[in-house]
């Protein structure tokens, strides 16, 4: 069973940083592409940064410049450092998996952060608040 579970979220000035993590189990697949996404209440989850096993990198223009998105394959956790954050950035921030067995080709990180139906597993979501 994999399993995603946040951390990292809280309330902070415009401005200032948080770091997310997501820990990751359950899974051995060695193709894989792990997201961050975010949602506020009455809006599509909008695709944050997605990295895949190969380390390409994807970021959403909103956050590109001021996000980081980064993995310690050995510790199986990815992160996503904040930084420059603004009141827009307020949202439930998740983490998401999509795994791809032996065989099946793996999208682009840039075609998989379009879109929340392209990953498999979710986590419960770690909220960010930022005040102006």
């Known amino acids: 069973q994999v399993q995603l579970v946040e951390s990292g979220g809280g309330s902070v000035q415009a401005g200032g940083s948080l770091r997310l993590s997501c820990a990751r189990s359950g899974y051995t697949y060695s193709s894989y592409c792990l997201g961050w996404f975010r949602q506020v209440p009455g809006k599509e989850r909008e695709g944050v940064a997605a990295?895949?096993?190969?380390?390409?990198?994807s970021y959403a223009d909103s956050v590109r410049g001021r996000f980081t998105i980064s993995q310690d394959n050995a510790k199986n956790t990815l992160f996503l450092q904040m930084n420059s954050l603004k009141p827009e950035d307020t949202a439930m921030y998740y983490c998401a998996a999509a795994v791809y067995p032996l065989g099946k080709p793996r999208p682009p990180t840039s075609w998989i952060l379009r879109g929340a139906n392209r990953y498999n597993y979710w986590g419960q979501g770690t909220q960010v608040t930022v005040s102006s």
């Open positions: 990295i895949d096993s190969d380390g390409d990198i």
